[in-house]
T-cell receptor, first 115, second 113 residues
Framework: AQSVTQLDSQVPVFEEAPVELRCNYSSSVSVYLFWYVQYPNQGLQLLLKYLSGSTLVKGINGFEAEFNKSQTSFHLRKPSVHISDTAEYFCAVSDVGGSNYKLTFGKGTLLTVNP | DAGVIQSPRHEVTEMGQEVTLRCKPISGHNSLFWYRQTMMRGLELLIYFNNNVPIDDSGMPEDRFSAKMPNASFSTLKIQPSEPRDSAVYFC???????????FGDGTRLSIL
C-alpha cells in the first residue's frame, strides 16, 4: 500500500522568501508523483507531475519539485513566493501500472505568505 | 474549456434526507472519480469509473452511499439517508486516461444538520 507524508501541516513565510514544502512517500513499486494546490473554496489544481525522465520537474506559477528515489521524497520549492501563493498544497502518489488510477494524497501543507 | 462542473456548490439539509450530488466531467475524459475531504481524514477516494463503468467502490463508506454514471457526461453521488457525519466537501475529478493527471471540480460543501 502507498502512503504519503507531508511533514509540515503549516508553513508561514514572508513575501519574496524561498519556500520548500516537504513530501515523503512509501510504495513497494514505482510511482508517479504529483503536487496539487487548493485555494480557498476551490478544487485542487495540478501544479506539477513526475511521471518519468528528469528528476527535476518544473510546474506552473514558478514552482518546481525534485524526485529523489533513494530518499523517497518529492519536495516542492519556489525561490520567491508571492502573497497569492497562500493556499493548501497536497502531495499525491500513484503506482505505475496496475491500479495506477488511484491517487493517495498527503494531509496537506497550508502555506501562508505574509507581507 | 469548461472544467469539471459540480452542483450544487453548497447543500444544507437535515439528517435522514436524501442528498444527490452531481458532476459533469470534462468532455472526452474517460475516467471519473469521487472524493470526500474532511479535516480529520483529508482527501479520500470514494469511487472511480472508467468508460462509465464503476471500477473500484472500496472507498464508499457505507451502503447509504451510491454512485452512478449513466453516460459519459454525467455522474451522481447519492447519500440516503444522510447523517451529520457525512458533512464534508465532496469533489468530483476526471482524467483523460488511466494514469493521467486528474482535473478537479470546485466541490460541493455538504452540511447535514
Amino acid at each position: 500500500a502507498q502512503s504519503v507524508t507531508q511533514l509540515d501541516s503549516q508553513v508561514p513565510v514572508f513575501e519574496e522568501a524561498p519556500v520548500e514544502l516537504r513530501c515523503n512517500y512509501s510504495s513497494s513499486v514505482s510511482v508517479y508523483l504529483f503536487w496539487y494546490v487548493q485555494y480557498p473554496n476551490q478544487g485542487l489544481q495540478l501544479l506539477l507531475k513526475y511521471l518519468s525522465g528528469s528528476t527535476l520537474v518544473k510546474g506552473i506559477n514558478g514552482f518546481e519539485a525534485e524526485f529523489n528515489k533513494s530518499q523517497t521524497s518529492f519536495h516542492l520549492r519556489k525561490p520567491s513566493v508571492h502573497i497569492s501563493d497562500t493556499a493548501e498544497y497536497f502531495c499525491a502518489v500513484s503506482d505505475v501500472g496496475g491500479s495506477n488510477y488511484k491517487l493517495t494524497f498527503g494531509k496537506g501543507t497550508l502555506l501562508t505568505v505574509n507581507p | 474549456d469548461a472544467g469539471v462542473i459540480q452542483s450544487p456548490r453548497h447543500e444544507v439539509t437535515e439528517m435522514g434526507q436524501e442528498v444527490t450530488l452531481r458532476c459533469k466531467p470534462i468532455s472526452g475524459h474517460n475516467s471519473l472519480f469521487w472524493y470526500r475531504q474532511t479535516m480529520m481524514r483529508g482527501l479520500e477516494l470514494l469511487i472511480y469509473f472508467n468508460n462509465n463503468v464503476p471500477i473500484d467502490d472500496s472507498g464508499m463508506p457505507e451502503d447509504r452511499f451510491s454512485a452512478k454514471m449513466p453516460n459519459a457526461s454525467f455522474s451522481t453521488l447519492k447519500i440516503q439517508p444522510s447523517e451529520p457525519r457525512d458533512s464534508a466537501v465532496y469533489f468530483c475529478a476526471s482524467s483523460p486516461h488511466l494514469g493521467q493527471p486528474q482535473h478537479f471540480g470546485d466541490g460541493t460543501r455538504l452540511s447535514i444538520l
